[in-house]
C-alpha cells in the first residue's frame, strides 16, 4: 500500500506540474488520468483509506488556507461565512437526505442524511484557484475561502450524528447540537492554545529551520490532539492557523521565506495526490454495485447529483438578500451584492476528497449486527457528487465569471495602497537618514552609505507609483525595469563566473554554494512589482 501511495503521489505531481506548465486545470486533469488509471489492466491498486485524508491531508491543507486567508477579511464578514459554513452544510444535508430517501430504492432516512452529511461540504481549493486566476472580487473569495475554512467541522458533525443514529447509538436533535457547541469550543481553545504555546517557541528558538519544522507539524498535532479529547480537529487547526498567520509577521526574515516555500510545496503534492486519489476509486466502487440495476443507479446519481447541485443556489440567494430586508444595520454596513456575483458563488460548490473519506469511513455494519444500509449505493453516489461537480462546475467556473462580468478591481487598489503606505515608510525612512547624516562629519566616509540608502528608498517610492501608471506597453520600459533587467544580466554572469571557477577546481563546492546564495539574496532584493 505504501509503495502504491508513493507511486500515487510522483504521478500527481508530474501531472500536476504538465498542468501549471501548460495552464490547464490541474484537478480536473488528475481526476481524468485517476479515472483512466483504474481502468488499466494490473494497475496498482489505492483505496483511499479515511484516516490518511482525514489525519494526514486535510489538517496541513486547512492549516496553510487559514495561514493564507486575512482574520480582519474573515472578521468583518463573518456574519456571511457563517451562513455559508455553518447553515448551508445542514441545509444541504437536509436536501439532499430528503430528496435520496425519496429516490434510491431502501434507502432510510437516517442513512440518506448520512449521504447529505457526506456531500454537504464544497471543497474551494480548486474554486479559489480559478478565482484568483480571473480577478474574482476579494469579498467572494473571501466567502469562498472563510467557508471552505469551518464546513468541514459542520458537515463532518452532522454525519457523526446521522451515522450515531444509523448504527444504533443514540442520537437527537439536541445531542447533535450538543455536540457541535462542545466540539467548537473546544476546537477554538485548543486551536488558541497551541497558536500561543508555538508563536512563543519560534520566537524563544530563533533558529529558522527548527521554527520551520515546527510550523510543519503544528496541523497534525493540533488535529490529533483535539480529536483525542472529542472536539473538532477541523476548528482547531483552523484557529491556531488564523492565530499564527497573524503572528508570523514578528518571526525573522528566514523563518518566513522557509515556511512559505515549505507550505506550497507541501500543498502542491497534497492537493495533486487528493485529486488523482479521487479518480482511483471508481473501480472499488464499481465492484461494490454487482447485482444492481445500473438504470436505477444512474437515475439515482443524476438526481442526487442535481440535488446537490440546487441545494446550495437554494440557500445562498435567500440567505444573502433576506437578512437585508430585515436589518437596517447589514444594509448599512455590507454592500449589495449583485445577482450575477451570488450566481458565482452558489456554482463555486465543487466537492472533494472529503466527502469521499467521510463516505469510505462509514462503519460496514450497525451495532446489531446487521449490514449498513445501502453502503455501496452512498459511496458510489458521493462519488458520482464529487466528480459530477468537479467536471461540470469546475470546468466552467472560470467562463461563468469572465461572461458574467464579475471581476473587481482589487489589484488596482491593492496598488494604490501599497504606494501609499510606501510612501510613508520612504519619508519615515528618509527622515531616519537625515538624523544619522547630522551626526557624521563632512568627510566621514560612512556618508556614502547614508547616501547609497537614499537612492534605495527614492526607487522603492519610484517603483510603487510606477505600477500605478500606465504599463510598458504603452511608455516603454521604466527605469526600475530596465535597472532590474540590467542587473539580472549581471547577477546571470556572476553565476557562470564562479560555476566555471568550481569546474576549474580554483574553488570548492561549499564556496560556490556560498557565492551562489548571496547572488539569490542580491537577485530576490530586487524591486519587483506587487503579487496578483
Not at 473546544?186 to 529551520?209: C, E, H, M, N, Q
Not at 498535532?221 to 488564523?242: F, K, P, R
Amino acid at each position: 500500500m505504501s509503495a502504491s501511495l508513493l507511486l500515487v503521489a510522483v504521478v500527481a505531481v508530474v501531472v500536476a506540474a504538465l498542468c501549471r506548465r501548460y495552464g490547464l486545470s490541474a484537478p480536473l486533469i488528475l481526476v481524468l488520468v485517476g479515472l483512466g488509471i483504474g481502468w488499466i489492466p494490473g494497475s496498482p491498486e489505492v483505496e483511499l483509506d479515511p484516516e490518511l485524508v482525514l489525519f494526514l491531508i486535510l489538517p496541513p491543507l486547512l492549516y496553510s488556507a487559514a495561514q493564507e486567508s486575512s482574520y480582519q477579511a474573515i472578521r468583518a464578514n463573518r456574519r456571511a461565512i457563517g451562513l455559508l459554513a455553518i447553515g448551508l452544510p445542514l441545509f444541504s444535508t437536509l436536501v439532499v437526505g430528503l430528496v435520496a430517501f425519496w429516490t434510491v430504492p431502501n434507502l432510510p432516512l437516517a442513512a440518506a442524511l448520512v449521504l447529505g452529511a457526506v456531500v454537504a461540504p464544497p471543497d474551494a481549493v480548486s474554486a479559489q484557484a480559478i478565482g484568483r486566476r480571473v480577478g474574482l472580487p476579494r469579498r467572494l473569495m473571501t466567502l469562498l475561502g472563510g467557508e471552505s475554512l469551518l464546513n468541514d467541522a459542520t458537515a463532518l458533525t452532522a454525519y457523526r450524528v446521522a451515522l450515531a443514529a444509523v448504527v444504533g447509538a443514540t442520537a437527537s436533535l439536541w445531542d447533535g447540537f450538543a455536540t457541535f457547541a462542545i466540539a467548537a469550543v473546544g476546537g477554538v481553545v485548543i486551536g488558541l492554545a497551541v497558536g500561543f504555546a508555538v508563536s512563543w517557541l519560534r520566537l524563544w528558538l530563533t533558529d529558522p529551520p527548527m521554527e520551520t519544522a515546527i510550523g510543519i507539524l503544528v496541523p497534525f498535532a493540533t488535529y490529533y490532539v483535539a480529536e483525542q479529547v472529542h472536539s473538532s480537529g477541523v476548528i482547531a487547526v483552523v484557529v491556531a492557523g488564523l492565530f499564527l498567520g497573524q503572528r508570523s509577521v514578528r518571526l525573522g526574515y528566514a523563518t518566513r521565506l522557509q515556511d512559505d516555500a515549505a507550505r506550497k510545496s507541501l500543498d502542491a503534492i497534497l492537493e495533486s495526490l487528493v485529486f488523482l486519489l479521487i479518480g482511483l476509486q471508481l473501480p472499488f466502487l464499481i465492484r461494490g454495485l454487482s447485482g444492481e440495476s445500473w438504470a436505477q443507479v444512474a437515475v439515482d446519481a443524476a438526481v442526487v447529483l442535481a440535488a446537490t447541485m440546487v441545494a446550495r443556489f437554494l440557500w445562498v440567494y435567500p440567505a444573502t438578500y433576506l437578512p437585508r430586508v430585515f436589518s437596517a444595520r447589514i444594509r448599512e454596513r455590507e454592500p449589495l451584492p449583485t445577482p450575477k456575483a451570488v450566481f458565482i458563488v452558489g456554482w463555486a460548490g465543487m466537492r472533494g476528497v472529503v466527502s469521499l473519506a467521510a463516505a469510505f469511513a462509514i462503519p460496514l455494519g450497525t451495532d446489531a449486527g446487521e449490514p449498513f444500509p445501502a453502503r455501496a449505493e452512498i459511496l458510489f453516489l458521493t462519488f458520482v457528487v464529487v466528480v459530477g461537480t468537479l467536471l461540470i462546475q469546475g470546468t466552467t467556473l472560470g467562463w461563468m465569471i469572465r461572461r458574467l462580468g464579475v471581476a473587481g478591481d482589487d489589484a488596482e487598489k491593492d496598488r494604490l495602497a501599497l504606494a501609499g503606505a510606501q510612501d510613508r515608510a520612504s519619508r519615515e525612512s528618509e527622515r531616519r537618514l537625515d538624523e544619522i547624516a547630522a551626526d557624521l562629519a563632512d568627510d566621514d566616509p560612512r556618508r556614502h552609505q547614508v547616501t547609497m540608502l537614499r537612492k534605495w528608498v527614492t526607487t522603492q517610492r519610484n517603483v510603487a507609483w510606477e505600477e500605478l501608471g500606465r504599463g510598458p506597453e504603452d511608455i516603454g520600459e521604466s527605469p526600475t525595469a530596465a535597472g532590474n533587467r540590467m542587473r539580472m544580466e549581471l547577477l546571470q554572469i556572476q553565476r557562470s563566473v564562479f560555476i566555471d571557477e568550481r569546474d576549474a577546481g580554483r574553488i570548492d563546492d561549499e564556496v560556490l554554494r556560498s557565492a551562489l546564495r548571496r547572488l539569490d539574496f542580491t537577485e530576490g532584493q530586487m524591486d519587483r512589482p506587487l503579487d496578483p
